[in-house]
């Protein structure tokens, strides 16, 4: 059977957790993509930019060529190129070469000193290359074998390309800034979705601090199919342990109501009476904790304000003959973030056991100081030093230690320890009877 302390909780670190987890994902793979997106583009620029440059030079060499056949049968013709004067000003950045066996080699004004490669190629090769020219400028060549004459002819191109190298420098920065924008939008709009996509998460996770508060006593299962199952068991089990719960105490307090009757006629019989009335004590203490807990729901929240006045007057029902004033001192501020039974069980047998001791007055002190600090005080007869110490002994059974003072208090630590929290006895400065004070800390987030 649940424990009647249970209670059902979410901590918003697991959706929150979640939520970090996909952002983090998005985002590492958001800077793969727009970089891969960022290198891909920038290399693609460079390598269309450098392909049409090439396909240039390759053209002018089949020119100079066709141009330059008569070199292999008679003098040294014009060193230009028809159509373009380029070739003939010293370091211009345009530059060629023609190189056949026998043959001296003709070379282009521009080139001036500065030696362009001059290996041989077979007729049909063809390279691309990449150099540094004269003024340590980026070059591309092109250099391609032909067969002219009848001779094996070697032709070599070359342009400065500079003034383009600049031009894909800025492309690239500026294709960096495209890609940045778009990552940021990318993460804007990521964002947004995750956000939306866990929206029924967080609301899931409040309908559970709804639960835990006692406002509600069920979770909306309007939720992803995903989680829907995981949200339908959970009811399932609230509703299971609120039936548990219920059937447990009814059938503590049906069995109180059946074994009074016989035990009285046992007492006065006369036989075995010592421990029938330690039965019948112990059968009164489960039903005045049955009343006391009242019918709320198993996560409820104690408004202590509304329920004193009937708690009181209960207590000062089954103890009618005493005549006892009950008083008591709550601020409104004092939230009370615990299960409501559970807090009507342990400031009514507090109160129960100060009544029962008590020859007039009773004085219930509640204060919100580090947690929740309730101090009940009786004028009664009280506890000696010695008892008093008994009480305090760690791991003592209250029950045992000092006679009439037993199975109530006992209840009370119990729950006390429930929820981590601290009692303390000791007497009364004002009343001279016995003051019992319980500090509760206030639980973690929900």
Same mark, same amino acid.
């Given at each position: ?32 993509? $727009? ?19 090439? #396909? ?8 100079? $060529? ?7 049968? @008679? ?10 004067? #380029? =070739? ?6 345009? =530059? =060629? ?47 391609? @074998? ?24 800025? *492309? ?8 940045? $924008? ?20 967080? !609301? ?12 509600? &006593? ?57 421990? /029938?009335?330690?039965? /019948? ?11 006391? !807990?009242?019918?709320?729901? #198993? ?10 006045? !009937? ?7 089954? =103890?009618?003959? &005493? ?34 001791? #008590? ?22 007869? @009280? $506890? ?10 760690? @791991? ?28 303390? *006895? ?19 987030? /929900?």
């Amino acid at each position: 059977m649940p424990s009647p302390h249970a209670t059902f909780s979410v901590s918003p670190t697991a959706s929150r957790s979640l939520e970090r987890s996909l952002q983090t994902g998005l985002v590492v793979s958001f800077l793969v993509l $727009v970089f891969i997106f960022w290198w891909g583009g920038t290399l693609t620029s460079r390598l269309l930019a450098e392909s049409s440059v090439h #396909a240039r030079l390759a053209k002018e060499g089949h020119a100079l $060529v066709q141009q330059r056949s008569s070199f292999l049968h @008679g003098p040294l013709l014009q060193n230009h190129l028809a159509g373009n004067t #380029a =070739y003939d000003i010293p370091l211009s950045g345009r =530059y =060629y070469r023609m190189d056949s066996p026998n043959q001296r080699a003709i070379v282009s004004r521009s080139s001036w000193e500065f030696p362009l490669p001059d290996s041989p190629l077979e007729p049909g090769v063809q390279q691309r290359l990449s150099d540094r020219g004269p003024n340590n400028e980026p070059l591309l060549l092109w250099r391609g @074998g032909f067969q002219a004459g009848g001779a094996p002819v070697t032709v070599t191109v070359a342009e400065d390309i500079s003034a383009i190298e600049k031009r894909w420098q800025a *492309f690239r920065m500026f294709f960096a800034l495209l890609s940045f $924008v778009l990552l940021l939008a990318l993460l804007a709009v990521q964002s947004m979705i995750v956000r939306h996509l866990l929206a029924p998460v967080d !609301a899931l996770r409040e309908d559970l601090r709804r639960v835990e508060r006692g406002e509600i &006593k069920a979770v909306s299962e309007q939720v992803p199919s995903e989680i829907a199952p995981l949200v339908q068991e959970f009811n399932r089990l609230l509703v299971r342990f609120e039936q548990r719960l219920r059937q447990s105490r009814n059938a503590a307090g049906n069995l109180a109501h059946a074994l009074k009757g016989p035990l009285n006629l046992l007492m006065r019989g006369g036989e075995g009476s010592q421990h /029938a009335e330690r039965i /019948a004590q112990l059968i009164d203490s489960e039903l005045t904790r049955a009343r006391l !807990a009242g019918r709320g729901s #198993a996560s409820q929240r104690l408004n202590l304000s509304d329920e004193l006045p !009937a708690l009181c007057g209960l207590l000062q029902q089954v =103890y009618s003959d &005493k005549h006892i004033d009950i008083r008591y001192n709550i601020p409104t501020d004092v939230v009370w973030p615990h299960d409501r039974q559970d807090m009507l069980e342990l400031i009514g047998n507090l109160l129960d056991n100060a009544v029962k001791w #008590a020859e007039s007055v009773v004085i219930l002190t509640v204060r919100h100081v580090d947690g929740i600090r309730l101090e009940v005080e009786d004028d009664g007869p @009280g $506890v000696s030093a010695a008892q008093l110490r008994q009480l305090t002994e760690r @791991g003592a059974r209250l029950d045992e230690s000092v006679a009439g003072h037993g199975l109530g208090l006992s209840i009370v630590k119990d729950i006390v320890n429930t929820y981590q929290g601290n009692l303390e *006895f000791s007497r009364s400065s004002r009343l001279g009877g016995l003051r019992v004070t319980v500090l509760l800390n206030e639980p973690g987030p /929900a």
